[in-house]
């Protein structure tokens, strides 16, 4: 650690531990095509926050034109997000005119 950190700077290093975590991490590499997926360490239950399209869509594809990663589905009613892709911007569920899109977790 002295070879690393050299004189007192070594005082910013706050050892730490996770025994239990769960987080989501965003591959962005490939920007056209970012990934998002979920991690956990130790026995932490995986919690993921995604939007989720109603029954009552009306398949206008609003929504499909805000989001960003074109990560929605329209070939169907309702219209399907792929949550791989999705970045959780909230654009879609804001611009929904029957409000059929909806966060959860």
């Known amino acids: 650690m002295k070879k690393i950190y ?3 700077t070594k ?3 706050e050892v730490f531990q996770l025994y239990e ?3 989501e991490y965003f591959d962005i590499s490939n920007p056209s095509n970012i990934v998002r997926d979920t991690i ?4 932490a239950e995986a919690v993921q926050t995604r939007y ?3 029954k009552d869509c ?3 594809k609003l929504c499909y034109s805000v989001c960003p990663q074109k990560c929605i589905d329209i070939s169907s009613v309702p219209v399907v997000i792929n949550q791989n892709h999705c970045l959780h911007c ?3 569920a804001e611009i929904c005119p029957g409000q059929c ?4 977790g």
Request: glycine residues 24%; charged residues 25%; positive net charge.
């Open 21 to 23: 975590a769960q987080g």
């Open 101 to 104: 899109i909806e966060k959860r």
């Open 58 to 60: 009306i398949g206008c």
């Open 6 to 8: 050299p004189g007192d």
């Open 52 to 54: 989720f399209v109603g």
């Open 40 to 43: 956990t360490i130790g026995k």
């Open 11 to 13: 005082d910013a290093i």
């Open 90 to 92: 909230g654009r879609c």
